[in-house]
């Protein structure tokens, strides 16, 4: 094994800082929360190099949640001289005497802990767990993750999001009221602060909308109150009617295509779908409505992971469509425009494709602006404003866990649903005013906006902040709505704009603190 070269990349005020971090840390794990493409890769790295040099570890070793990411990490690594075998398997022991270390997937590692223990027992092993919430995707993963690396010197856990849809904790997270703490922590408007993140732009779609369900047709607009399981419909209904996606992709495109005219002649956009198939249709609708071949990266693929590199660099290729290949951890920054096409709506998941779309790049004329189209489901809309006005705490997943699977996808109730009509229409643009510098502030004054849109935006968070309150503290709707009403002294419905924050304040602290059940 060669000795590693001196480090001479330059680290961000935010890496360094979480550097003096860990090296002052009396435990053995550390969480570092920064922003999706804040740069956690080369900050982990040179933890790595700050541990090998120093022979506090005499391995690396990174675990990740695919094996397109483990070619990224090894590839990463290498350029500062640690050299990392990608292609590690459970049937060998260990990586070859020449590698400083390897990376390996999580599933990888839970099919086999004793082979990983072993190893970790026999060499001082620093552990580098890239989006290690994924550790909780089984039952029985935490037990063998924990089996495994018990005995590593060091682990190093790495998280935009450390946190999940549903019940499953994750192994070496510290919990405070069921909430995970960071060691460190980086957010998102501390990196568009420091020019390391883009700001984004979220124009949302309205629509009319029809379909089939229970042997009735329903008919609704994202306005409407709907049940969960309609809501569900009502948003699925719309990605597979080309009368709405064909438009919202129209936009999406003219927006790419002007910023390739004006700002950056290699922009790419990203289409996030809800399953292969519809990824493929996607695509066909891609070339119809815009006359432009997009690339498609689906997990049947056996290309796919070669799909998506050969995107990242080729600069005339503008649409790529996938599933969930590059909702997480892969890097291609020329990605500007993308569109929310599936009907996932976990915050963890939202916020893990907005990560896509924010890595800064360098060269490029500022502000640097980024764009993700969107329908106007409440729930997304609730997510997009809530990064609008992002700080850096992390936010706990807060729509209930009942309503969905093990994966944090959406359960649609599929008994008889068809989908009939859609039609969309542009309806507004989330986030547009932080896309303005501070000079151009003055000068363009906010739009008006309605008392009914004020009404209706604070009766979506106020339902949201019921739902989860009710499932942290365990007391059902009505009597929160009723202890609600005796404190404001108005129903939801009736409420005014004053009200309405008052109860929203109220939710707020309880779901912070802890019902309190005092007036």
Known sequence: MKPLPAWTAPLRDWQQRALSAVCGNPSKDFLAMATPAAGKTRFALRVAHEFMTKQAAVRVLVVCPTNHLRTQWSEAAGKIGLQLDPTLTNDQPAEASDYHGAVVTYQQ????????????????????????????????????????????????????????????????????????????????????????????????YEGELSWLSDGREHQATFQDGLTFNRQRERLKTALLQDTWLGPVITDAHAQLTRLRKEEQSDAGGLIVCMDQDHARWVAELVARVTGTKAEVAVSDDPDASRTIEEFGTHKKQQWLVAVNMVSEGVDIPRLRVGVYGTNVITEMYFRQVVGR???????????????????????????????????????????????????????????????????????SLIGEDETRSEGDAAAVQEPAVSLYEQKQDLRDLHRLLVSAVSRTSGIDHRRLNAELIARTGSRVDQATVEQLKKRIQLLEKWKERGYDGKR
């Open 109 to 204: 590692v839970c099919l086999a802990p004793e082979i990983f223990q072993r190893v970790c027992k026999s060499k001082k092993t620093l552990l580098i767990f890239d989006e290690l919430h994924h550790a909780g995707d089984g039952k029985n993963w935490g037990k063998a993750l924990r089996s495994a690396f018990d005995p590593a010197v060091f682990r190093l856990i790495l998280s935009g999001t450390p946190f999940r849809s549903d019940n499953n904790p994750i192994p070496f997270i510290r919990y405070e009221h069921d909430e995970s703490r960071a060691d460190f922590a980086y957010g998102y408007t501390e990196a568009i602060r420091d020019n390391v993140c883009r700001p984004i732009v979220f124009p949302s």
């Open 357 to 427: 779309f924010v890595r800064m790049q360098d060269g490029l004329p500022k502000p640097q602006r980024a764009w993700l189209y969107l329908p106007k489901d409440p729930v997304l809309v609730h997510y997009a404003k809530q990064i609008k006005a992002e700080r850096d705490h992390v936010l706990e997943e807060i729509t209930p866990a009942g309503q969905r699977d093990l994966f944090g996808r959406v359960t649609v109730s599929t008994n008889e649903y068809v989908p009939l009509m859609a039609v969309a229409r542009m309806d």
